[in-house]
């Protein structure tokens, strides 16, 4: 799992440092806090936190960079599409049917800067620390041990289901197969692939599942000794939090 969330999981920085449990609570309430931001220069204020905890865990921008790609499509589609959907007041016109509105640019501003800056805070929250401790710690906090090692085991297998999937698209290229346009054979080799898939997933996760019975699994078995946070991953957490919470009360009377 190279390309996972916690390939950097190992640097030694003061948002590595902190510990697993009190490190989430805090975060998370950075991050309901962002979602709730409405006014400009609250939401320009998020963005410059989640980039100051970004440069302070460490992480190399080129982690930030391979993340956005798949949720960048989102952030195009929103920005292309709601200047021209939403609004009255006209900052261009393309004829007479056609405008990029006021209101409809700002809308889509204030989703891609909120988008941003959750984005870069969950990377530093589950980038920080392996996936493992993580879980750990949504256990330690009351998360069902069962919800628990279902995310540990979808998380582990789902590169495995990803490479599968790479390798028979390459022997569909060897074979001959390339795709020109989206045509019914197209959309046919496609399900048959996803079916495939689909079957190898199921065996492998009645194998998985198998192996761990006849070994003994248990909800106690797969329990995990956290570290016990001191004083310094307290005063982080009641720092961050004051931070959330000053946010959501500035957001109520600007708003």
């Known amino acids: 799992m190279t390309n996972g969330l916690d390939r950097y999981a190992k640097l030694d920085s003061p948002i590595h440092r902190w510990e697993v449990r009190c490190k989430f609570i805090g975060l998370m309430a950075l991050i309901f806090a962002f979602s ?30 391979s993340r956005l790609r798949y949720p960048g499509y989102f952030l195009a589609f929103v920005v292309i599409t709601l200047p021209f959907a939403a609004g009255q007041t006209h900052l261009i016109e393309f004829g007479s049917m056609v405008a990029i509105s006021l209101e409809g640019t700002l809308a889509a501003a204030s989703i891609v800067v909120r988008f941003l800056a959750i984005l870069t805070v969950t990377l530093v929250l589950f980038g920080t620390h392996p996936i493992v401790e993580t879980l750990a710690g949504l256990r ?116």
Request: net charge positive.
């Open 140 to 255: 330690a906090l009351g998360l069902p041990s069962f919800l628990t090692d279902t995310m540990l085991l979808f998380y582990r297998y789902l590169y495995d289901v990803i490479g599968q999937f790479r390798v028979m698209q390459t022997a569909m290229r060897l074979r001959g197969f390339q795709r020109r346009q989206l045509n019914w054979r197209y959309i046919k080799v496609l399900a048959l692939l996803s079916g495939t898939l689909l079957v190898r997933s199921y065996e492998q996760s009645e194998q998985i599942y198998r192996a761990m019975r006849l070994r003994g699994y248990s909800d106690r078995s797969s329990q995990r000794q956290l570290n016990v946070p001191h004083r310094g991953d307290h005063l982080a957490l009641a720092a961050t939090l004051t931070l959330a919470i000053g946010i959501a009360i500035a957001e109520f009377y600007l708003s």
């Open 36 to 65: 709730c931001v409405q006014d400009r220069w609250l939401l320009l204020a998020s963005l410059i936190i989640a980039a100051m905890l970004y440069g302070l865990s460490g992480l190399p921008r080129s982690f930030w960079l």
